[in-house]
């Protein structure tokens, strides 16, 4: 007798709108994308469910808060122009955002909110000179325990991948954010870094899963490839000559 095969079904509503990846980001998208993160990020600390604590995701290597992990994985980079900067960016980490993590707000981050799991929709309104608005925000299988300026720095970091002018990104997304929550001393002194910590992540990540698995290589680096580069742009710049954009 044959027995059936079993297969394990996931229903998912359907979100109208197409990847703000597709899409010219505008100032004024951008605006709306750090508005929509901080929103984002207020209505998910109201979350109550008996099983909560397993967003404490202590070891999770994509938190930001646990970005001193990479150094386990600093040997994907042997070889890779960029391995210093890696090294110093740890370094920075350790020496000027941590110290500072107990001032920084907590809450729940979707951990994720990169240019390929926000949907837009053109925006009706004539006025709009054909701009978008947010429609939709996919992917939360990366959410954990974290703390506000990590979603921005996030937000920051992925709406810069795609951008002609990627330093100039961070204005008006920021701005959009402080809409809705307006950023402490020490989040806005850390900023800049957290930025670098994530494209670090990215960079550093995805070197170590092409050893993994080298026929992924192109998928695996769609976002370090351009990210390395605006990582060795931002450092180059400075913290204050990015601020000042």
């Known amino acids: ?19 703000i990846s597709k899409v010219p980001t505008s100032p004024r998208l951008l605006y709306e994308v750090g508005k929509m993160a901080a929103r984002m990020d207020k209505v998910l600390l109201e979350l109550e469910h008996p099983q909560l604590s397993v967003l404490q995701r202590e070891k999770f290597i994509w938190s930001l808060s646990n970005v001193a992990l990479l150094e386990d994985y600093i040997y994907a980079m042997e070889g890779d122009p960029l391995q210093e900067l890696v090294k110093a960016v740890l370094k920075e980490f350790k020496t000027s955002v941590l110290p500072n993590h107990h001032a920084f707000r907590k809450c729940i981050n979707h951990g994720d909110f990169n240019d390929l799991n926000i949907l837009v929709e053109p925006e009706p309104d004539v006025g709009s000179g054909g701009d978008h608005r947010i429609s ?93 580069r605006i990582l060795r742009q931002l450092w180059d710049l400075g913290k204050a000559a990015v601020e000042q954009l």
């Open 1 to 19: 007798m044959m027995v059936a095969p079993k297969y394990l079904v996931r229903l998912l509503t359907y979100l109208s709108g197409t990847t």
């Open 136 to 228: 939709g925000i996919l992917d939360f299988s990366d959410m954990s325990s974290g703390y506000y300026v990590h979603e921005l720095a996030i937000a920051i970091t992925y709406m810069m991948i795609e951008h002609p002018d990627p330093p100039s990104v961070g204005r008006p997304v920021t701005q959009g954010w402080e809409s809705v929550l307006p950023l402490q001393r020490e989040e806005r002194d850390c900023l800049y870094l957290l930025v670098l910590c994530r494209l670090t992540q990215s960079l550093v990540m995805a070197r170590h899963t092409v050893r993994l698995q080298p026929e992924n290589k192109d998928y695996l680096m769609i976002t370090a490839g351009p990210g390395s």
